[in-house]
Nanobody, 120 residues
Framework: QVQLVESGGGLVQPGGSLRLSCAAS????????MGWYRQAPGKERELVAR???????TYADSVKGRFTISRDNAAKTVYLQMNSLKPEDTAVYYC??????????????WGQGTQVTVSS
């Protein structure tokens, strides 16, 4: 059983920054693909960024150059550094773990979500 606990959301002005954290329990973190997704009101959940166990990253076009995903396997934590935030980044952000890979994962866990609101 894996639990994912997100933190770091909040209210920020346009152009500001936030760093989200997601702490995982269990013993499969280092071998898992970690991702950040978001869901805005009335919209489908979408991938924001993903990082493999080997450190390869993928970003949605809308956040490239502004967001950075990273992981600390010793701390079992994945981060999302969000800079130059825009109102359209407003959403609930969810942490996701897929083990051992994106395709046909044996385990697929979600966090409870953290609200990010970008507004002046």
């Amino acid at each position: 059983q894996v639990q994912l606990v997100e933190s770091g959301g909040g209210l920020v002005q346009p152009g500001g920054s936030l760093r989200l954290s997601c702490a995982a329990s269990g013993n499969i973190f280092s071998a898992s693909v970690m991702g950040w997704y978001r869901q805005a009101p009335g919209k489908e959940r979408e991938l924001v960024a993903r990082i493999t166990s080997g450190g390869s990253t993928t970003y949605a076009d809308s956040v490239k150059g502004r967001f950075t995903i990273s992981r600390d396997n010793a701390a079992k934590t994945v981060y999302l550094q969000m800079n130059s935030l825009k109102p359209e980044d407003t959403a609930v952000y969810y942490c996701n773990l897929k083990y051992p890979a994106i395709s046909y994962p044996i385990y697929d866990y979600w966090g409870q979500g953290t609200q990010v609101t970008v507004s002046s």
